[in-house]
């Protein structure tokens, strides 16, 4: 949870390097009770740094976990982020 702290007060500071490198030590833990957050704000993190294939790996990842857990606030938030940084044409349509 530590990881994912400090990668989370990075993000708000809008220094998505640094978080990056947090949510992906925070993902990788075990366990990892907070997995589908943390992997939420890595992939939104990669996106902005502009790492778009790295971050489209995660983002298979998640909305494939949060389909398996039936998480519909995560499999919305992953969609988002899809719309938001690959379809951003349809965005406002979603």
């Not at 075990?30 to 589908?36: E, G, N, Q």
């Not at 519909?72 to 379809?87: G, I, N, R, S």
Request: net charge positive.
């Amino acid at each position: 949870m530590v990881h994912h702290n400090l990668g989370l007060l990075h993000f708000v500071q809008r220094k998505f390097e640094k978080a990056v490198d947090y949510f992906d030590q925070a993902v990788h833990a075990t366990p990892c009770s907070h997995y589908l957050k943390s992997l939420y704000y890595l992939t939104e993190s990669l996106f902005r740094v502009n790492h778009h294939s790295e971050a489209m790996k995660y983002y298979q990842i998640g909305l494939t976990k949060s389909k398996e857990k039936k998480d519909m606030v995560y499999q919305w938030a992953f969609a988002m982020l899809h719309k938001q940084f690959v379809d951003c044409d349809n965005f406002e349509a979603v």
